[in-house]
Every structure is written in structure tokens, then in C-alpha cells.
């Protein structure tokens, strides 16, 4: 079965620097896509960006980068000149392969706190 | 485009009573929609998946007959939660499923809070 594991619980960052928040996964496929969604106070779940597994450019979004490292099953998120608004839940998922017959895995998530 | 609504945002209710809740996608057609239950400060745990003009195929350890999907037609789901009791409040969250590229993109709604007496 398909994990995905978010080992930082919390996380905090000053205002217009960058955070890193670490996701790893474990699947034995090969063919596969990987999220990061942001859900705020509202608790509306937001899609921040999209890797698919066999693509090897990794995805960038504005502000938002992630590392993608297939070998080492890492999917990191990159925030760079955080803002206050990026202050979220961010939940790191993984869709199997076949995409269409898949169902969302979700990580733990990590609480985002972006001090001024 | 793919917007998801889901109505009541918030509903409160007595012991014993039956709550039913509605997803419709507003600007596309879904195959397949989702429902996810979320306890607070925790992630989404998957309930059951409901593809339109058939029966929902739930999670392990999801009871069919308490939390009764119904997906009558491309735009709407209804999730009815019988007989609710307070260790039913919780957050429910559903999402709508459009095929993108390769995958069935999820479009989530914004949520309903259900609070059991």
C-alpha cells in the first residue's frame, strides 16, 4: 500500500524568506502524480502544484517550487518570499498510477506559520 | 472553471436525526466524486468514492447504511448521515472529479461542519 509521510508537524517562517517542507512517499509504481494542497482557516482545499512521476523537470508555480527526487521517493515543497497569506495547512498527496482509477493518499500535513 | 459547492456549510442537529448534504460541481460534469471526512488538525480520510448512475464503493471501516451516497446525476452528490450521533461531527469535505490529461484532476468543495446535540 501507498504512504505518504509529512515528518514536519509544524513549521514557521519570517515574512519574505524561504521554507522548505519535506514529503516522502512509498510506492512500489513507477507511473504516478504527486500534490501539495494548501487548506487555510476556511478550510477550502487549494491546489498548489502538481508533479507528474515521469516527468524529471520539477513543477514551479510563482512562489512555489517543489524538489522532486524519484529515487529517494522526496517530493519538497519550496516557498520562497513567503507572504502572511501563505499561512496554512499544507497537505503533501500522492495519486497512483492510472490516474483515473486512483483515489487521493494524503499526508498528515504540516502547519505553515508565516511570522511578520 | 471547476467549481465545487457543497450546501449547508454548517449544520447543526439533534441525536437521532438524519442530515443530508449536497456537492455539485457548478461548471463541468463528474464522473466521479469523493467524500472525505476530516477531524480537526488532522488530514482527509477518504469515505467513499461515487461514480454517477452507481452504487458508492466505501472505505474499509465506512458503515454504507450510516453515511448513504447517492450520485443522481453528473453535477450532484448527496451524502445523507442517518441516525447521526455526536461522534459524527466532524468536517465533510467532497470533491469532484474532472479528467485532466491523464487523471482524474479532484476539485474540492468548500466543506460542510456537522455538529451532532
Known amino acids: 500500500a501507498q504512504t505518504v509521510t509529512q515528518s514536519q508537524p509544524e513549521m514557521s517562517v519570517q515574512e519574505a524568506e524561504t521554507v522548505t517542507l519535506s514529503c516522502t512517499y512509498d510506492?512500489?509504481?513507477?507511473?504516478?502524480?504527486l500534490f501539495w494542497y494548501k487548506q487555510p482557516p476556511s478550510r477550502q482545499m487549494i491546489l498548489v502544484i502538481r508533479?507528474?512521476?515521469?516527468?524529471?523537470q520539477n513543477a514551479t508555480e510563482n512562489r512555489f517550487s517543489v524538489n522532486f527526487q524519484k529515487a529517494a521517493k522526496s517530493f519538497s515543497l519550496k516557498i520562497s518570499d513567503s507572504q502572511l497569506g501563505d499561512a496554512a495547512m499544507y497537505f503533501c498527496?500522492?495519486?497512483?498510477?492510472?490516474?483515473?482509477?486512483?483515489?487521493?493518499?494524503f499526508g498528515k500535513g504540516t502547519k505553515l506559520s508565516v511570522k511578520p | 472553471g471547476a467549481v465545487v459547492s457543497q450546501h449547508p456549510s454548517r449544520v447543526i442537529c439533534k441525536s437521532g436525526t438524519s442530515v443530508k448534504i449536497e456537492c455539485r460541481s457548478l461548471?463541468?460534469?463528474?464522473?466521479?466524486m469523493f467524500w472525505y471526512r476530516q477531524f480537526p488538525k488532522q488530514s482527509l480520510m477518504l469515505m467513499a468514492t461515487?461514480?454517477?448512475?452507481?452504487?458508492?464503493?466505501?472505505e474499509q471501516g465506512v458503515e454504507k447504511d450510516k453515511f448513504l451516497i447517492n450520485h443522481a446525476s453528473l453535477t450532484l452528490s448527496t451524502l445523507t448521515v442517518t441516525s447521526a450521533h455526536p461522534e459524527d461531527s466532524s468536517f465533510y469535505i467532497c470533491?469532484?472529479?474532472?479528467?485532466?490529461?491523464?487523471?482524474?484532476?479532484?476539485?474540492f468543495g468548500p466543506g460542510t461542519r456537522l455538529t451532532v446535540l
Open positions: 508533479q507528474e512521476a515521469y516527468k524529471q
Open positions: 510506492t512500489s509504481e513507477s507511473d504516478y502524480y
Open positions: 461515487s461514480n454517477e448512475g452507481s452504487k458508492a464503493t466505501y
Open positions: 470533491s469532484a472529479g474532472r479528467y485532466h490529461s491523464s487523471y482524474n484532476e479532484q476539485f
Open positions: 461548471d463541468f460534469q463528474a464522473t466521479t
Open positions: 498527496a500522492f495519486l497512483p498510477g492510472g490516474g483515473s482509477q486512483g483515489n487521493l493518499i
